[in-house]
């Protein structure tokens, strides 16, 4: 399923997609995966992944893996340049709002206990940490931050989905 926005799309990501992804992976990662992760991660009929365009480029993309009745954020990431304009939200919208309409009930990730952007937006979705992984990230041995949503469809994140879709003028084609 496509949503168009104004001048942006969220789409299914192809392996065409695979240098512009990895390219903004660059600029926002200290370590990516590899083209060949990447493609798996596309191939896999478990994983949902998406890329947001705008005029045609890539500016942002995400990943949702399927276990069970359960989501794993895999990867979410924005353009340095079009970071903090409610693009980041977006994709998140769009990943919950595929994780209920699969009748998933939970999503869960990890995230650097560091980056509390990204826990800001994941808590602005109902996520609440859950506990902590020591040394998981193996360029600099920062834990992680475990966060999960439950009990979906809840209304909390019915309610955030809905608001950042309506503001945004969205478009399911
Ligand atoms: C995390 C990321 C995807 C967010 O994208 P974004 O487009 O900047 O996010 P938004 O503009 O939609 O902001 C989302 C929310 O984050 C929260 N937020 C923003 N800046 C914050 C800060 N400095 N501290 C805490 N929370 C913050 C706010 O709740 C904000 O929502 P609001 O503006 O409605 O209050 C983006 O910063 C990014 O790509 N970072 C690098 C890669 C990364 O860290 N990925 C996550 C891996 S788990």
Redesign the pocket.
Known sequence: MKVKIGDFEIRNATEDDVGEILDIDKT??STIWSPSFLRQQLRSEKCFHRVLNKNGMII?HSGLMRLHDEGH?T??????E???????????ADLCSLAIDSDLKGIT????VG??????????FGFIPAGVRSNYYSDTGEDALIMWLTDLPNKKVIKIVESTFRNSLVQKV
């Open positions: 926002v990662f942002g954020i990867t979410m990431a924005i353009k340095p079009n970071q903090n304009s409610g693009l980041g939200s977006l994709l998140l990730l990890e995230v650097r980056n509390l952007k990204a826990q800001g937006l994941y808590r602005k």
